[in-house]
């Protein structure tokens, strides 16, 4: 047999191939797996060159695929003042971050936070311009919501951008006033995507090669060798952009990025159809967003059926974004539309999110082989908001993770990052345990096994971007994508899975990030 690059051997393997769940050893060849093993099998891969690693017994589980998250978000977050929950507990701490970074900063340069959420401010409300003006008046300044879907800006932020009491409300957008005065106060909805394309100057080459390395880094640390780009303002410039990522070797870890409706014809134009790319970087599915910030579905039903029919028709995948209900059920809609026009099997069309999924919805998704893109790490980092502020009525259906795998529909497990930290443990930890971080628990009985949540994070993720014939599993000829953690999440006290840490990250075939596995 062929010699082997690079042997994990004594290793506590889990493989996600049903054809053969556990093993000792992994051979790989290149950027490929060679062999999945027995210890016994070492001497028939290993040759005078081979690299071998003894992993201790450690566990290997392959790479994990965030399958919905926003890097160029990541990297404005890395780049700007972090005002999550972890860091600030009131809008004084946010105006002493700012004050501190606008002393620090050119009058005129734009400042930019991210990550506030009001329900976990003392206050219990947004910061507004006021509020930022008190502190840097010079300054523009712009601050991000934790979910991305609002934003505050400051007096001299809003005039940039031309927002007066006279502008009206974009499509979809909200911009909210003064009750008396009719002046706006600073807080946008949906409107985040608009100010950073359009008002704020662009990231400059320094900047991104910054973050972006930052990313990487972040990302190999913490075992994810894929990620899936869910942003709705993607088009040919950002996969541009990853395409100089990948080929400057500034980002290790595989994406498949998805893009806005938009998009989908300039994608066409320059020749690139559903599935384009390589393994390094894929053109992933048409991004749609559904909303109800404006207390209207946004965009209505029958632009959505139109929208996911042109796509559908077109042969791209689609990833509608739906949290409430009412936005699930009006997706599943458009997606009966589409099917019943132009009947087409294996489309593999993705809800993200699917927050909330009665069993009358779930029924229908699983009629039309969806699959479902959720986010367990939320009940970690938002589980209180969660049983403060979801209606009672809905509360029995929140991220019904067993409902959804019982019902056989395909469920992919993600971050939104940088909505909230991705490490893909603590993912798996939610999924197990249904607890938030202050320990309460959101329906027990929704709870699934570790093995469950890690296909989530593996099989299914590759699943969903079609890619499960290369990756989400280690077996022969797939892409030599794994990770050694420090312990076995299938064997450890739920309790502990949160506290696992990646030892060693391996991508196609090369170790690009080790820590406690020095040989
Ligand atoms: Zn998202």
Redesign the pocket.
């Known amino acids: 047999m062929t010699a082997a690059d690079l042997i994990l051997r004594n290793a506590n393997v889990i493989t996600m191939d049903p054809g053969q769940p556990t093993a000792e050893l992994v051979a790989i060849k290149g950027d490929r797996i060679l062999l999945v093993a027995s210890d016994e099998e070492l001497t028939s891969v290993k040759g005078a060159r081979t690299r071998i690693i003894d992993c201790q017994g450690k566990t290997v589980v392959p790479g994990f695929d965030d399958a ?1 998250c ?1 890097i160029f978000s990541f990297i404005r977050k890395l780049l700007s003042i972090d005002l999550s929950p972890s860091s600030v507990s009131s809008i004084g701490d946010i105006k002493a971050a700012i004050r501190l970074q606008a002393q620090n900063t050119p009058p005129g340069k734009w400042l930019s936070g991210t990550g506030y959420d009001e329900f976990y401010l003392a206050d219990k409300r947004h910061p507004d311009r006021w509020d930022i003006d008190d502190v840097a008046p010079n300054h523009p300044v712009v601050l991000a919501h934790r979910s991305l879907h609002a934003c505050v800006l400051n007096s001299l932020a809003l005039s940039l951008a031309g927002i007066t009491r006279e502008t009206p409300a974009p499509s979809g957008g909200l911009i909210d006033r003064d009750l008396n005065t009719g002046e706006p106060s600073g807080l946008l909805f949906e409107m985040l995507g608009y100010i950073r394309g359009k008002v704020i100057p662009p990231l400059s080459e320094e900047e991104m090669v910054k973050g972006i390395t930052l990313a990487n880094q972040h990302y190999l640390s913490l075992g994810i060798t894929s990620v899936q780009e ?1 942003t709705v303002t993607n088009d040919p410039d950002q996969w541009q952009t990853f395409r100089r990522f990948k080929d400057t070797g500034k980002l290790k870890s595989r994406v498949s990025m998805m893009f806005g409706a938009e998009a989908m014809s300039q994608f066409q134009e320059v020749g690139l159809a559903p599935g384009s790319g390589d393994s390094q970087l894929r053109l992933g599915g048409v991004k749609i967003i559904l909303n109800e910030a404006t207390g209207q579905l946004q965009p209505p039903q029958e632009k959505l059926n139109q929208q996911v029919f042109d796509a559908h028709q077109a042969g791209f995948q689609l990833a509608i ?1 739906a949290v409430e209900q009412s936005t699930v059920e009006a997706a599943i809609t458009a997606l009966e539309y589409a099917h019943s026009r132009l009947p087409q099997a294996g489309r593999r069309h993705r809800l ?1 999110h699917c927050s909330e999924c009665p069993p009358h919805l779930l029924e229908r998704l699983n009629k039309l082989l969806a699959v479902v893109v959720t986010q367990p790490p939320f009940l970690y980092y938002s589980g209180e908001r969660y049983l403060a502020q979801v209606p009672a009525s809905q509360l029995p259906w929140l991220y019904p993770f067993k409902s959804l795998l019982n019902s056989g529909l395909i469920v992919a497990g993600s971050s ?1 990052s940088p ?1 909230v930290p991705d490490n893909p443990l603590v993912g798996i930890y939610a999924a197990v345990t249904r607890k938030a971080e202050s320990g309460q628990q959101l329906l027990p009985q929704e709870c699934i096994s570790a093995s469950q949540a890690l296909a989530m994070y593996t099989i299914n993720a590759a699943y969903a971007s079609f890619e499960e014939d290369i990756k989400g599993l280690l077996a022969q000829g797939k892409l030599a994508d794994m990770v050694v953690l420090s312990n076995d999440l299938t064997e450890s006290p739920p309790e502990q899975i949160k506290d696992i840490r990646a030892e060693m990250t391996i991508i196609g075939g090369e170790v690009v990030w080790e820590s406690g596995l020095s040989q």
């Open positions: 919905h926003h869910a974004h993200e939104d909505v």
